[in-house]
């Protein structure tokens, strides 16, 4: 019996698999080649968590129910629309600008700074939670932004502010060379 299924096999190894033509072709994403072209320096008090579909880098800070949250992810719509989306989501009131705001380098770009406190009303999985905070950066154009976002306990997110900002002034990019090796514009 063993002799026959083996047999079968190595028969079936060696016939040729009928070809088939493929017409359709896309352009391949950071899912095919399992990366990503960011570089992504995290702060040692953070833990990396597994990535997502929507979130390209995924961290934790904080401990238990403790603790909180940072990802970073790719989005489109532009600068104002996602503000606000984050800030409904603490039934802040719409901003008509974002001029006002604070802004970090983040990839070379203006980031603007959104930060509510109050009680997040929950998306994107997530429950509800009461003395909560959002401070994030946006950077980009309407039809690609980058977005850094953390959501946590208010006085956890408030305590983490500067570790955030320099988070995002420390984002780079990789390099790609003639020869199609990579590396970082740090020189990583």
């Not at 008090?45 to 979130?55: D, G, I, Y």
């Amino acid at each position: 019996m063993i002799l026959l299924v083996l047999t079968t096999f190595i028969v079936s190894c060696g016939e040729d698999p009928e070809a088939i033509e493929v017409t359709d072709t896309r352009v391949l994403t950071m899912w095919d080649t399992g990366g990503d072209s960011l570089v992504v320096p995290m702060p040692m008090e953070w833990r990396k968590v597994p990535s997502t579909q929507q979130r390209v880098f995924n961290y934790r800070f904080g401990e238990g129910k403790r603790s909180g949250e940072v990802y970073i992810s790719r989005a489109r719509g532009g600068v104002l629309p996602n503000a606000n989306r984050w800030l409904k989501q603490f039934d802040q009131s719409e901003l008509a600008s974002v001029d006002e705001l604070p802004t970090v380098k983040l990839l070379d770009m203006d980031g603007v700074v959104v930060f509510a406190s109050g009680r997040f009303a929950g998306a994107m999985g997530k429950s509800a939670q009461d003395d909560a905070a959002v401070l994030g950066v946006i950077a980009g154009n309407a039809d690609s932004l980058i977005t850094v976002k953390m959501i946590g306990p208010a006085d956890l997110v408030t305590a983490e502010r500067g570790r955030l900002l320099k988070f995002c002034e420390n984002i780079r990019l990789r390099k790609t060379h003639d020869d199609g090796s990579v590396s970082s514009e740090s020189g990583e």
